[in-house]
């Protein structure tokens, strides 16, 4: 189990600063995670709003065998996928260890931590890890690229946005994302390396169209 969280005793003590300040840290990354899930912002925030009650409603029987950000992403991510459901929208997310089929990108065009070696583009472009500021989405539009890579994210399979999302966005630990996502860490890392490899390569494909224009 782990140590007692400051910030769970004064939640569990009333403390309305103390779920003003846990809210101002997870809800933007539990709403994208969210619309990685349902593709739809309007039900994505729904899910997530309905999840603060819960969270706040469970906070007694919550024994600390995650981080208190780990469950409330779990949460969060097992009502979006029954919400999922309800709506008939996609596929489910249970099939996150399975093969995408998707075009890769040569592994040495990475650096040991993951991140390209390389600009995609003539300009220059960081990787997404980069973003993970207050509002790592509002910092990717601001970027020449944003625009593309936003779009390419939301084009990627679910089981590799959902992980990609919440490394590079997000930059959640492994630890957390295996935890939130029930995964292995060795599958982890491929869906990581899959979702980076397949997300580089539909940015190449958009800015190959757009030199070609």
């Known amino acids: 189990m782990n140590p007692?969280?400051?910030?769970?005793?004064r939640l569990r003590a009333g403390d309305e600063a103390a779920f003003v300040e846990l809210v101002a840290r997870h809800d933007a990354p539990l709403?994208?995670?969210?619309?990685?899930?349902?593709?739809?912002?309007?039900?994505?925030?729904?899910?997530?709003?309905?999840?603060?009650?819960?969270?706040?409603?469970?906070?007694?029987?919550?024994e600390g065998r995650s981080s208190l950000g780990t469950w409330i992403y779990r949460i969060v991510l097992n009502r979006a996928r029954t919400r999922r459901e309800r709506e008939a929208r996609s596929i489910p997310?249970?099939?996150?260890?399975?093969?995408?089929?998707?075009?890769?990108?040569?592994?040495?065009?990475?650096?040991a931590n993951g991140h390209?070696?390389?600009?995609?583009?003539?300009?220059?472009?960081a990787p997404l890890g980069a973003f993970a500021a207050e509002d790592p989405e509002q910092a990717l539009l601001r970027t020449e690229l944003g625009g593309v890579l936003v779009a390419a994210l939301a084009r990627l399979p679910e089981n590799l946005r959902a992980v990609v999302t919440m490394r590079d966005v997000d930059g959640l630990?492994?630890?957390?994302?295996?935890?939130?996502?029930?995964?292995?860490e060795s599958n982890q890392r491929v869906l990581l390396h899959r979702g980076r490899s397949r997300l580089r390569t539909l940015v190449e494909e958009e800015l190959s169209k757009g030199r070609r224009t």
């Open 93 to 111: 997310l249970s099939a996150l260890e399975r093969d995408d089929d998707g075009p890769g990108v040569d592994p040495t065009r990475f650096a």
């Open 31 to 62: 709403r994208r995670l969210a619309r990685s899930v349902l593709r739809d912002a309007a039900l994505a925030d729904e899910v997530v709003q309905d999840s603060w009650t819960a969270v706040i409603e469970g906070l007694d029987s919550f």
């Open 4 to 9: 007692i969280d400051p910030l769970l005793e």
């Open 173 to 184: 630990s492994s630890d957390d994302v295996c935890n939130a996502l029930d995964v292995s």
């Open 116 to 125: 390209w070696r390389e600009s995609p583009a003539t300009s220059a472009a």
